[in-house]
């Protein structure tokens, strides 16, 4: 069980992390700063095991892949939003981020909302209702399952 | 049944047939790494534990968003690059020559029909001279790195025809930023678009590169131009029948057609703070400007320069604006020296920077506070990209940015 945090369309990766943040050596050292034009409190507020819940576009601009590590980092379970720009989620797969494509969840869920996601079976529970989504292709799944293209390619 | 262009420079890759959707395994002709992304490229090829490069020669690093440093930190990932390029033979690197995506077609390395990979969005930019590029995340980028190959799901193609010949004060930045207007920042996501027209085909390859660039920005996957013999002489190839024949064939299987008369554009901006806010400059007139910026890898080119040196010709620009020139290149920073276009720049009172990324990336002299008004000719005006997250980024082409700083206010060439 995690709590939602709602973001709107067209999220871009400056917004996710800006780009004065990515001369910081590291993911960690970053990660205070996720959100921070959007959402000041965010990165304090969130807890592993929690979801980013968005409208369309999630993730578009630059290909930085600081952007889906940063939310990995602060323990973000997934990202579930009606659709992704397309290098954020080739981005998240390969670090082992689960990006999950759901039409009608942004219209249902509020700020602070409980929520489940079982990845295998592409359900997804949240106020007491089901509600289904896309299940990824099996190239990705695969390259998920190993834990990302590092373990993947080590295989 | 014919073939798309980007169906065709894959399927002579892979040396089979494809069709949109397939998931094929590529042949990397390319990688470009940039400066911001070095430090962590390296550090995932050796967790990946390669100990060699594929091919040293297919490798080009490219310092420009840090430089010439602004932070301590910066100098970093030029020593880290330095010592990767150093241990791996690498063969190409960039350290102070300009902008990655003006370098990687005018240094002679990507030409029609390569399948290249970069760390940056932009890496788009490389289908101006028809080849498929885009950005990839440096983990992606690790494993091109070791394995000299990358898989890719074949995107379906969106054709644009422009027909007609454009107003005098229109350019291809005012094409392109109406087509993501038309599009929306995600009306391309996932796909291929393809330029074509009695327009394009006048069009240099300099104003090609304009929108193969901002291709991204309505989500493409890359941004095709088929290559002419404008482009065989800019990468200094034969015009062969090899080359003739990388265009969308007519019985192509097209996902969307859009077709634009030339004479129908206008002069248009990208408003704050979402690239497909498009509205045009004459709805705009008297938004007063702190700040006017000409460069990046949209529009930072030497016919960009040219445009923004021949409308402020003898004039000045308004007292309270900063106008800001940084050249993509030095290659370009030279010939607009050589032809006296920066002489005309400066007398006007615009500030000359050192040629790269510079104010684009919000990194660069030019910064800006709460409340400014800033016109810029690059190809982003999300939240806080060139300084705090209540500047109002608009984004125009150099036309319009040039006539803008004369006046002080959003202005019509």
Redesign the interface.
């Given at each position: 069980m995690g709590k939602v945090f709602k973001f709107h369309k067209d999220v871009d990766t400056d917004q996710i992390i800006a780009s004065q943040y990515l001369l910081f050596p590291t993911i960690d050292e970053m990660k205070v700063h996720t959100f921070e034009s959007l959402n000041s409190e965010f990165a304090s507020q969130v807890k592993p095991g929690d979801f980013v819940v968005a409208d369309e576009n999630f993730g578009c601009g630059s290909s930085r892949e600081q952007a889906p590590s940063v939310l990995k980092a602060l323990g973000v379970k997934a990202v579930i939003a009606k659709s992704f720009a397309r290098i954020f989620y080739r981005n998240s797969i390969n670090i082992g981020m689960p990006v999950i494509v759901s039409k009608e969840l942004y219209d249902v869920v509020k700020d602070g909302d409980d929520m489940e996601l079982d990845l295998l079976s592409g359900k997804i529970l949240a106020n007491g209702k089901e509600y289904s989504c896309t299940k990824l292709p099996a190239k990705m799944q695969e390259i998920l399952d190993q834990g990302g293209l590092i373990a993947s390619l080590n295989k | 049944m014919g073939y798309t262009l980007v169906e065709k420079i894959i399927a002579k890759k892979v040396g089979h047939e494809v069709k949109p959707g397939d998931?094929v395994t590529v042949p990397v002709d390319w990688c470009m790494i940039d400066d911001?992304?070095v430090?962590?490229a390296v550090q995932?090829f050796e967790?990946?534990?390669f100990d060699k490069v594929y091919d040293p020669e297919k490798v080009v690093l490219i310092y420009d968003h840090?430089l010439p440093a602004t932070?301590t930190?910066?100098s970093?990932?030029f020593r880290v690059g330095d010592e990767f390029a150093e241990k791996y033979g690498l063969k190409h690197v960039h350290r102070t020559d300009g902008i990655c995506h003006q370098l990687m077609t005018e240094a002679g390395y990507v030409k029609p029909g390569d399948i290249a990979f970069?760390?940056?969005?932009h890496?788009v930019t490389y289908g101006c001279v028809g080849a498929f590029s885009?950005?990839?995340?440096?983990?992606?980028m690790?494993?091109i790195l070791?394995?000299g190959q990358l898989?890719i799901k074949v995107p379906e193609t969106i054709k644009i025809e422009i027909d007609g010949t454009l107003p005098g004060n229109v350019t291809s930045k005012d094409i392109i930023l109406r087509i993501i207007g038309d599009l929306t920042?995600?009306g391309a996501?996932?796909n291929s678009l393809e330029f074509t027209g009695s327009t394009v085909d006048a069009m240099s390859v300099a104003s090609r590169m304009t929108i193969s660039n901002m291709s991204v920005e309505a989500?493409a996957?890359c941004g095709l131009f088929a290559p002419d013999d404008k482009t065989c002489d800019y990468c200094k190839i034969p015009y062969d029948d090899e080359i003739k024949d990388l265009h969308g064939d007519d019985n192509a299987s097209y996902a969307k057609i859009l077709r634009y008369r030339a004479e129908d554009f206008v002069p248009v901006c990208a408003c704050p703070s979402?690239v497909?806010n498009i509205k045009p400059v004459s709805e705009l007139k008297g938004t007063k400007v702190d700040q006017v910026f000409l460069g990046s890898c949209t529009n930072g080119r030497l016919e960009d320069l040219r445009t923004a040196a021949t409308i402020l010709k003898g004039k000045h620009i308004a007292p309270y604006v900063k106008m800001i020139v940084t050249p993509a290149s030095r290659k370009i920073y030279r010939a607009a020296l050589a032809d006296g276009t920066l002489e005309i720049l400066s007398d006007a009172g615009a500030i000359i920077t050192t040629p790269g990324c510079g104010l684009c990336?919000?990194?660069g002299g030019g910064i800006l506070s709460d409340g400014e008004v800033v016109v810029a000719t690059n190809n982003?005006n999300?939240?806080?990209?060139m300084g705090t997250?209540k500047v109002q980024i608009y984004l125009a082409s150099p036309a319009t940015a040039a006539a803008t700083a004369i006046a002080g206010e959003i202005t019509e060439a």
């Amino acid at each position: 069980m995690g709590k939602v945090f709602k973001f709107h369309k067209d999220v871009d990766t400056d917004q996710i992390i800006a780009s004065q943040y990515l001369l910081f050596p590291t993911i960690d050292e970053m990660k205070v700063h996720t959100f921070e034009s959007l959402n000041s409190e965010f990165a304090s507020q969130v807890k592993p095991g929690d979801f980013v819940v968005a409208d369309e576009n999630f993730g578009c601009g630059s290909s930085r892949e600081q952007a889906p590590s940063v939310l990995k980092a602060l323990g973000v379970k997934a990202v579930i939003a009606k659709s992704f720009a397309r290098i954020f989620y080739r981005n998240s797969i390969n670090i082992g981020m689960p990006v999950i494509v759901s039409k009608e969840l942004y219209d249902v869920v509020k700020d602070g909302d409980d929520m489940e996601l079982d990845l295998l079976s592409g359900k997804i529970l949240a106020n007491g209702k089901e509600y289904s989504c896309t299940k990824l292709p099996a190239k990705m799944q695969e390259i998920l399952d190993q834990g990302g293209l590092i373990a993947s390619l080590n295989k | 049944m014919g073939y798309t262009l980007v169906e065709k420079i894959i399927a002579k890759k892979v040396g089979h047939e494809v069709k949109p959707g397939d998931i094929v395994t590529v042949p990397v002709d390319w990688c470009m790494i940039d400066d911001i992304m070095v430090p962590f490229a390296v550090q995932k090829f050796e967790e990946m534990g390669f100990d060699k490069v594929y091919d040293p020669e297919k490798v080009v690093l490219i310092y420009d968003h840090f430089l010439p440093a602004t932070q301590t930190d910066d100098s970093r990932h030029f020593r880290v690059g330095d010592e990767f390029a150093e241990k791996y033979g690498l063969k190409h690197v960039h350290r102070t020559d300009g902008i990655c995506h003006q370098l990687m077609t005018e240094a002679g390395y990507v030409k029609p029909g390569d399948i290249a990979f970069g760390t940056d969005s932009h890496t788009v930019t490389y289908g101006c001279v028809g080849a498929f590029s885009t950005g990839i995340g440096y983990t992606e980028m690790a494993g091109i790195l070791g394995t000299g190959q990358l898989w890719i799901k074949v995107p379906e193609t969106i054709k644009i025809e422009i027909d007609g010949t454009l107003p005098g004060n229109v350019t291809s930045k005012d094409i392109i930023l109406r087509i993501i207007g038309d599009l929306t920042a995600s009306g391309a996501t996932y796909n291929s678009l393809e330029f074509t027209g009695s327009t394009v085909d006048a069009m240099s390859v300099a104003s090609r590169m304009t929108i193969s660039n901002m291709s991204v920005e309505a989500g493409a996957k890359c941004g095709l131009f088929a290559p002419d013999d404008k482009t065989c002489d800019y990468c200094k190839i034969p015009y062969d029948d090899e080359i003739k024949d990388l265009h969308g064939d007519d019985n192509a299987s097209y996902a969307k057609i859009l077709r634009y008369r030339a004479e129908d554009f206008v002069p248009v901006c990208a408003c704050p703070s979402l690239v497909d806010n498009i509205k045009p400059v004459s709805e705009l007139k008297g938004t007063k400007v702190d700040q006017v910026f000409l460069g990046s890898c949209t529009n930072g080119r030497l016919e960009d320069l040219r445009t923004a040196a021949t409308i402020l010709k003898g004039k000045h620009i308004a007292p309270y604006v900063k106008m800001i020139v940084t050249p993509a290149s030095r290659k370009i920073y030279r010939a607009a020296l050589a032809d006296g276009t920066l002489e005309i720049l400066s007398d006007a009172g615009a500030i000359i920077t050192t040629p790269g990324c510079g104010l684009c990336c919000g990194r660069g002299g030019g910064i800006l506070s709460d409340g400014e008004v800033v016109v810029a000719t690059n190809n982003r005006n999300f939240l806080g990209r060139m300084g705090t997250s209540k500047v109002q980024i608009y984004l125009a082409s150099p036309a319009t940015a040039a006539a803008t700083a004369i006046a002080g206010e959003i202005t019509e060439a």
